[in-house]
């Protein structure tokens, strides 16, 4: 089963159609009527036969295999008294419907065991239906055990000034994230939203963490009157009188290009 995360999230009940092979109920798994099962009179009754193959003049082999009339089986069952309904089959084709009820915080691959809704035989147990929990990606959080990751692209502006911004959340919820008045975000900053995750499995009443992953983007330019506003903004400290020296050379940074390596022997 196919789960987005806004599932997981909130649980879900949906209904699985499961096409199943189920006991023929007329005939009790017998296959037909009291006395239709008679033993095969090709192998009788071993369910094996011995077959001679010639290889040549005077040259034979032999070997063991399952029975062809009986298919192993060692039994058949009487044409005139096989079961109309199952056609001596035992076992009649069915649709079952199967409400299955998806827990919050359900773990990605998680197993949900229906037992002994799968196929039936006469004398066997019936099988199990499982269903998997598939987590599908998630275009804005990406999901470990119950806490949450998410990027945040901000300016350099935003950065420096504090951030002020509003997320839908999984449930559908809109969350405000501000971050202290002076407190300056990083390139790369990992902040936390506590208690803003995903349910835990079975302990639905807590919450794990969001976590928040802050990509700063840097302006390409600036021109003059913004330089001198930062500058006085941020107390530009001047170089010593040493680095001014007048003999200096003086050299321009360029943007990198691989073709400037020389790295070749």
Known sequence: MKLTLEEIYAGKTTKIAVNRERICAPCEGRGGAEGAIVSCPKCKGRGQVIRMQQLGPGMYTQSQGACDDCRGKGEIIDEKKKCKVCQGKKVCKEKKILEAAI???????????????????????????????????????????????????????????????????????????????????????????????????KKTWENGNLFIIFKVTFPATLKQAQIKVLDEALGKVLPDDDDMAGDAETVMLTKFDKAQENTHA
């Open 103 to 201: 827990d919050k915080g359900t773990p990605n691959n998680y197993q949900y065991k229906f037992h002994g809704e799968a196929d039936e035989f006469p004398g066997m147990e019936a099988g199990d239906v499982i269903i998997v929990a598939q987590e599908q990606p998630h275009k804005r959080f990406k999901r470990k055990g119950a806490d949450l990751l998410m990027e945040k692209d901000i300016t350099l502006v935003e950065a420096l000034t504090g951030v002020d911004f509003t997320f839908t959340h999984l449930d559908g919820t809109k969350i405000r994230v501000k971050n202290k008045p002076g407190e300056v975000i990083k390139p790369e900053d990992l902040k936390t939203l506590e208690g803003k995750g995903l349910p835990f499995h």
